[in-house]
């Protein structure tokens, strides 16, 4: 039994268990519930549904249809726009209020215990407050517009305004998370490093730029890349505030996908539709992965055990 | 002259500074106090009088009333979704804490074939977003017979390669000559875990069933396609029925998303710093 098993120490050799029991549990709603999904929608991908609702094999029929349907095209595009005006937005002003926030006065620890606060409130909430804020007759945005002169908007009734609405509502609550984040890891730095910089003379934008976010590039890298995957994926304010539209200008690949399976029971088109997302998600993890490797580490990783320190 | 730029600019900088902080602060809560706000207020004829003239009465009820929340309990029957998230929630924080801290344990005090790479397929496991999957998992679910249950709203929420990643780092820091002490005094491998681990283990076990908690609690995109039925509907599928549904009052939807804001706060704010420090360590351990 014990033959492939080789535990960490020669004592321990008696833990009589297999690490495959203690696994098992794990390994089975992992493999049945997230692996075999993952594959069943790349493998579903292939197949049409034909005539009496037997599915057929038809190659990369799915995805050349999707290439020249101009409502996915519309998708991709609305989806890019999205993520390159919301992640980098999230993230230097998240990573801004970071490096505002660092500091240990009344002020400043107050503010980031009020600034957590949209951490506990979830999308769906916070579309449905959004929702009443932003409502173009009763709702206060256009009352306090007015207080500045500018006169009432459509907001998410309008093709030219919605996705900027959506994109205000998740910064609403992606600022702050974000920022967490990057706050716990500037608080990783240690004070010393700043001082040894500017006995040296060091400026605000060298110091940012050769100290911080060097020292940082590990939390920024996750991130970076976290924030992309739950953009990429936006789909709750996009099915509560608008449903698409108006015109499609809100319609994200994730909304497409749930239209296409749940309201029109096109499955085939919808694991295309993920599995061309699967494609996107696969190359940003690589690419954290690479980001994150470590060049020291690689060569210890042969010697002993695998752990980095941040 | 330079000394006294200087100064200038420097208090310049901290006009700035404190405006920046406050203007975020005001965008944050503003939605959140005018939203609590009017769930306290008698009818929603308050709501909108303040609105179209603005006032410190936009965010604070002239005439402070329960009615919001009597309609919500009562003529809405609300406590049944948080009830039902309720349920879900827990039973998956018990479920996940004994599925994913004995994976957790696994990785941290074994050494055993392919654990890097099963260890690596954990981490991909969690980083692919949940929404991703929502469509294939549906026919999965389907095909298991066990759609329409609650069963379908907890077993593919139990196993979740973040909690066994926190695990795993947690119990790395135990020194093995604990372990192997009691593996001289006799002890089997589950008693370990539950007997020798577990009490050392409070700080990480607090973190973890809070992220399964609120991941729980939040769930929505799952809820909504596979439990449909009325008796299984979850909070957050119930919130987003009541969104744009014109019969029912703004004072109601009100009281809903405040409910729904403070049971997580509540739980959260006497335990913020396991919770931080779980969901930060995820982020900085790589």
């Not at chain 1, 994109?167 to 890891?185: P, Q, R």
């Not at chain 1, 996009?238 to 994730?254: K, R």
Request: hydrophobic share 50%.
């Amino acid at each position: 039994m014990n033959i492939s098993v080789r535990t960490t120490k020669p004592g321990s050799r008696h833990l009589h268990f297999e690490p495959f029991l203690l696994l098992l549990p794990s390994l089975v709603l992992i493999g049945l519930f997230k692996v075999y999904p993952i594959l069943y929608s790349v493998w579903g991908s292939f197949f049409i549904r034909g005539a009496g609702g037997v599915s057929k094999f038809a190659g990369f029929k799915n995805f050349s249809m999707l290439i020249q349907d101009p409502t996915f095209l519309n998708s991709i595009w609305i989806t890019f726009k999205f993520n390159l005006i919301t992640i980098p937005t999230q993230v230097i002003l998240g990573f801004a209020l970071a490096m505002m926030l660092n500091r240990n006065t009344r002020f400043v620890r107050i503010s980031r215990t009020l600034l957590y606060i949209p951490v506990a409130i979830n999308m769906v909430v916070a579309s449905t407050i959004w929702n009443m804020m932003l409502n173009p007759s009763a709702g206060p945005a256009n009352a306090i517009l007015g207080k500045l002169g500018i006169p009432p908007q459509p907001f998410l009734t309008s093709s030219a305004q919605a996705l900027w609405i959506i994109i205000i509502i998740c910064c609403w609550k992606g600022i702050s998370y974000w920022m967490l984040f990057l706050l716990a890891g500037l608080q990783n730095i240690s004070p010393s490093i700043y001082e040894a910089g500017r006995i040296d003379g060091t400026g605000f934008f060298s110091q940012l730029f050769y100290l911080t976010i060097p020292m940082l590039k590990n939390s920024l890298v996750f991130v970076i890349v976290s924030d992309t995957m739950i953009n990429l994926f936006m789909f709750v304010p996009v099915y509560m505030l608008t449903g698409g539209g108006p015109e499609g200008s809100t319609d994200t690949l994730m909304y497409e996908a749930y239209r296409a399976a749940f309201k029109f029971s096109n499955y085939n088109r919808s694991y295309a539709i993920v599995t061309f997302l699967l494609f996107v998600t696969f190359i940003i993890i690589s690419l954290q992965f690479y980001l994150l490797r470590d060049k020291d580490e690689a060569a210890l990783k042969k010697s002993s055990r695998k752990r980095s320190i941040p | 002259m330079m000394v006294q730029r200087k100064n200038r600019f420097t208090a310049l900088l901290n006009i700035v500074y404190y405006a920046v902080i406050l203007i975020l602060i005001l965008y944050t809560l503003f939605p959140i106090v005018w939203s609590i706000g009017g769930s306290l207020r008698a009818d929603d004829a308050e709501i909108f009088k303040y609105v179209s003239s603005l006032s410190w009465h936009t965010l604070v009820p002239e005439h402070f009333s329960l009615r919001s929340y009597y309609s919500l309990f009562v003529e809405n029957s609300f406590y049944r979704p948080m009830l039902n998230s309720a349920i879900v929630a827990v039973i998956t924080v018990f479920l996940g804490f004994v599925v994913n801290g004995l994976a957790g344990f696994a990785f941290a005090k074994f050494k055993f074939k392919g654990r890097d790479i099963l260890f690596t397929i954990y981490l991909f496991s969690f980083m692919i977003p949940f929404e991703m999957i929502a469509v294939p998992l549906y026919k999965t679910v389907g095909a298991l017979g066990i759609l329409e249950t609650r069963s379908a709203l907890i077993l593919p929420m139990v196993a979740n390669g973040m909690i066994v990643f926190l695990y795993r780092q947690f119990f790395q820091d135990i020194p093995d000559s604990l372990i192997e002490s009691a593996v001289i005094d006799g002890a089997g491998t589950l008693r370990i875990f539950f007997q020798l681990l577990v009490p050392l283990s409070k700080p990480v076990i607090i973190s973890a069933s809070l992220m399964m908690f609120i991941q729980q609690w939040d769930a929505f995109l799952w809820p909504l396609v596979a439990a449909t039925n009325s008796s299984l509907k979850v909070i957050q599928v119930a919130i987003s029925e009541f969104n744009g549904e014109f019969t029912i009052q703004w004072g109601t939807i009100f009281a809903a998303t405040t409910v729904a804001i403070a049971i997580p706060v509540a739980i959260l704010l006497p335990l913020q710093k396991y919770y931080i420090q779980g969901i930060s360590s995820t982020g900085l351990k790589e």
